[in-house]
């Protein structure tokens, strides 16, 4: 081989050893402008403040505070007054008078009205838990979206590299090719390296602008805003199961619950009051014409429904059946809520250890030896087919280990939703944060 020739091979060589390396600093992640950086709890913070779901849970929450507020309340009395000729014809001197003033209080029986702010206290109760778990819920949306935005961003970081680096081997092999130091089959393998390479960008490209806007139009942000997410990094620390199962009876779906039940049994006690009829009392003032002069006539008198043919027997089995079914479906909640916690915080615990794992046992050896092929191509020891198996065993490994780390965050926001545990604060219900 000629000096020429052997010159342009190390020239080459050094020049795909520079390429590496600064396809290796560009791995490095960019620091991200402060001004601009979306971290989980401000997506959050965003979508409870934006979401449609949030308005009307909190709708439902002042619906029953009015229900509660009119609950109890005893019924208006009624009050007649008629006129009429009867006087005028007595007397001869026609006309028509003011004959009768009637006056009509109902009276509610057995404490119907207690059993009634009750029953409007429960369902109270159960709409402020149902609004907590539903920003619970909400939580868990934005963190699915946030956290699928962050693997595509970075996963098209990684491919943008990889097809860079497959571009200055390609172009070094068509040198090689012409300079006969590369047989052209090895150099027709970097130009299927440098497709697939661009293949794997046109996919990321795909899923990051895919992500984006269902991230962008969650949180309601303009089209033209692109956010700069902080930094994938492992999920830590992961919280203790005996706290999450000890707060479990406080979850929100569960308090709901446990209010539905109390509002379905005083709906018991409120048909049994309702058997019972209501006495009205009844004060009138008649005008007449009597003993040929007019007199006025006082009286009271008491009405009150006879029960004979509807006694509200069917709407006792009614709400009976409904207590049945309410704890029925209270117990089943208390079963899943707590499999569901279990098995979730089984499947964080086995992805944090499978993401170390990976990190120390694949990713690691897999940047050494990255790293090791590139010092023995430079120096002449191993062909360039050995430096690109290094390179997408690399890249490879590094997309494998963030997968790991998005689907640990992804599990914590399952975990956070089945132990009823808001990211925006740290206690286990989210704090009322209705503005009247």
């Known amino acids: 081989m000629s000096e020429r020739i052997l010159a342009g091979v190390r020239k080459d060589r050094c020049a795909a050893v520079i390429g590496l390396l600064f396809a290796c600093i560009a791995l490095t992640p960019a620091p991200a402008r402060s001004q601009e950086v979306w971290t989980l709890e401000r997506s959050v913070q965003r979508v409870l403040e934006i979401a449609p779901e949030a308005r009307a849970a909190r709708a439902e929450v002042k619906a029953r505070q009015g229900a509660l507020s009119q609950?109890?309340?005893?019924?208006?009395?009624?009050?007649?007054?008629?006129?009429?000729?009867?006087?005028?014809?007595?007397?001869?001197?026609?006309?028509?008078?003011?004959?009768?003033?009637?006056?009509?209080?109902?009276?509610?029986?057995?404490?119907?009205?207690?059993?009634?702010?009750?029953?409007?206290?429960?369902?109270?109760?159960?709409?402020?838990a149902e609004r907590r778990y539903q920003q619970l819920f909400l939580e868990t949306q934005a963190a699915e979206r946030f956290h699928s935005l962050q693997l595509t961003a970075v996963h098209l970081r990684l491919a943008e590299q990889r097809l860079q680096l497959a571009d200055e081997l390609q172009q070094v092999g068509r040198r090689r090719e012409q300079a006969g130091d590369l047989a052209r089959l090895e150099r027709l393998r970097l130009d299927l390296i440098r497709e697939s390479a661009q293949q794997i960008l046109d996919r990321a490209e795909g899923e990051y602008h895919e992500a984006l806007s269902r991230f962008r139009a969650y949180l309601e942000l303009p089209t033209e805003m692109v956010p700069d997410l902080v930094p994938l990094e492992p999920f830590s620390p992961i919280p203790a199961l005996e706290a999450l199962q000890a707060g479990l009876p406080r979850h929100p779906a569960l308090l709901a619950a446990t209010h539905r039940l109390t509002?379905?049994?005083?709906?018991?006690?409120?048909?049994?009051?309702?058997?019972?009829?209501?006495?009205?009392?009844?004060?009138?003032?008649?005008?007449?014409?009597?003993?040929?002069?007019?007199?006025?006539?006082?009286?009271?008198?008491?009405?009150?429904?006879?029960?004979?043919?509807?006694?509200?027997?069917?709407?006792?089995?009614?709400?009976?059946?409904?207590?049945?079914?309410?704890?029925?479906?209270?117990?089943?909640?208390?079963?899943?809520?707590?499999?569901?916690?279990?098995?979730?915080?089984?499947?964080?615990?086995?992805?944090?250890?499978?993401?170390?794992?990976?990190?120390?046992?694949?990713?690691?050896?897999?940047?050494?030896?990255?790293?090791?092929?590139?010092?023995?191509?430079?120096?002449?020891?191993?062909?360039?087919?050995?430096?690109?198996?290094?390179?997408?065993?690399?890249?490879?490994?590094?997309?494998?280990?963030?997968?790991?780390?998005?689907?640990?965050?992804?599990?914590?926001?399952?975990?956070?939703?089945?132990?009823?545990?808001?990211?925006?604060?740290?206690?286990?219900?989210?704090?009322?944060?209705?503005?009247?």
């Open 71 to 128: 609950a109890g309340i005893w019924p208006n009395p009624e009050f007649e007054i008629r006129g009429d000729d009867k006087i005028g014809k007595d007397e001869g001197a026609g006309g028509n008078d003011v004959t009768q003033f009637v006056f009509n209080q109902a009276f509610p029986m057995g404490g119907r009205l207690g059993v009634q702010r009750e029953l409007a206290g429960a369902e109270l109760h159960s709409a402020q």
């Open 263 to 436: 509002a379905s049994r005083s709906g018991v006690d409120l048909v049994r009051t309702e058997r019972l009829p209501d006495p009205v009392l009844r004060l009138y003032r008649e005008r007449d014409f009597l003993n040929g002069r007019r007199q006025d006539v006082n009286g009271i008198g008491l009405g009150i429904t006879l029960p004979l043919w509807d006694r509200k027997s069917g709407r006792l089995h009614e709400a009976r059946a409904q207590v049945d079914q309410t704890l029925s479906g209270m117990q089943a909640l208390e079963r899943d809520l707590a499999s569901g916690l279990l098995q979730s915080h089984l499947h964080l615990t086995h992805l944090v250890g499978q993401g170390e794992h990976y990190q120390s046992k694949v990713l690691e050896p897999a940047q050494t030896v990255f790293d090791m092929t590139r010092k023995a191509y430079a120096a002449g020891e191993v062909e360039i087919l050995a430096l690109i198996d290094a390179n997408n065993i690399y890249f490879d490994a590094n997309e494998r280990y963030l997968e790991l780390l998005q689907e640990a965050w992804m599990e914590a926001a399952e975990l956070r939703l089945a132990a009823g545990r808001s990211l925006l604060t740290t206690t286990q219900d989210i704090e009322d944060t209705d503005h009247e």
